[in-house]
Every structure is written in structure tokens, then in C-alpha cells.
């Protein structure tokens, strides 16, 4: 399963911390591409264990995370305008 | 088609007026659902005229935007976690 995923942190007094948390949950599983996108394939299990572990960190009502799931990396094009992060090369 | 655009401009001293552009320019085409996270169902010929007008803004060396096409909507599931924005209801 290819995974997109894109966070928005709060940036007050914790949001540096809950930002610092969120960013290293997501490299265990995922590639960073930009700023706060990482992508990836990852298998339902993973995909359950970083969610749980991202809920762990976030403020519910200040945070926002959203994930996109398409089953495959091949039903979807990534195009660049601008600078290129090239380590996400690997992926397409 | 379905666009996911994500992007992130670099916060110099040039940087907050090509942040509004960019928004306003993807506000034209899109729906914001997070700070610089935009999706939408455009045809060929919209997404174009999106890209040339971005292009005009963006400065090469230093901001990124990624768009994501996928022929439909239904090839890319979505989840949040936290802090949901209304705005996308319309799409899923």
C-alpha cells in the first residue's frame, strides 16, 4: 500500500516538541519529502502502529494529520515545481 | 482527475508574499484541507494553467511543491487524525 502522509502542528509553546515527535515517528516508517509530507509503502500492520503511535503525540483539537492510502505506488504520479528533496527518488 | 498538491515555501524575507500567492493561486483550482495542502478533481488542461501560474511565483532554488495526480478520487483513500478541516467534506 502507498502511503501519503501530511501534518500540520500547532506551532505554541509544545508544538515544537509534538512537531520533533511527530517527525521521527513518521522517519521510522516513512520518507521524508518535503517540509511535513513523508511517503512510503508500508503494509496494513505498520500502517496501524504508526497511526497508533502518532495519536500518542498529537492534541487532538490543535493538530492535524491526514494519511492517503492508494494500493498502489503506480496509481499515482508525483510531479516537482521548484526544489527537489532527492530522497524520494528512490520511490518512483 | 484527482490533485493533491502539497508545498512549502521557504519563510525568507520574500518569502510570506510568495506563500499568498501560492495560496491564493491554489484556491483558485483547489480545496484547502491543511495549512499548505490542497486537493481537487481538475481536467487536464485546469491543472496546466494551475502549474504555469505557480510557476511564476515560486522561486526554483528554494521552494517545492509536489502534485499528486490519480485518475479518480476513489483510487485514494483519506483519513484524519485530530483536527479535521470541514472544507474537504465535499470531496469524500
Request: a positive charge.
Amino acid at each position: 500500500m502507498y502511503i501519503l502522509l501530511v501534518y500540520d502542528i500547532i506551532s505554541d509553546e509544545e508544538g515544537a516538541r509534538v512537531s520533533r515527535n511527530v517527525f521521527k515517528i513518521c522517519k521510522k516508517y516513512l520518507t521524508n519529502i518535503q517540509k511535513s509530507v513523508f511517503e512510503g509503502n508500508l503494509k496494513k500492520s505498520e500502517l496501524i502502529k504508526l497511526e497508533y503511535e502518532l495519536k500518542n503525540f498529537i492534541r487532538k483539537d490543535k493538530d492535524s494529520i491526514i494519511i492517503f492510502e492508494s494500493r498502489s505506488e503506480n496509481w499515482v504520479d508525483k510531479k516537482f515545481i521548484g526544489k527537489k528533496d532527492d530522497k524520494t527518488s528512490n520511490i518512483f
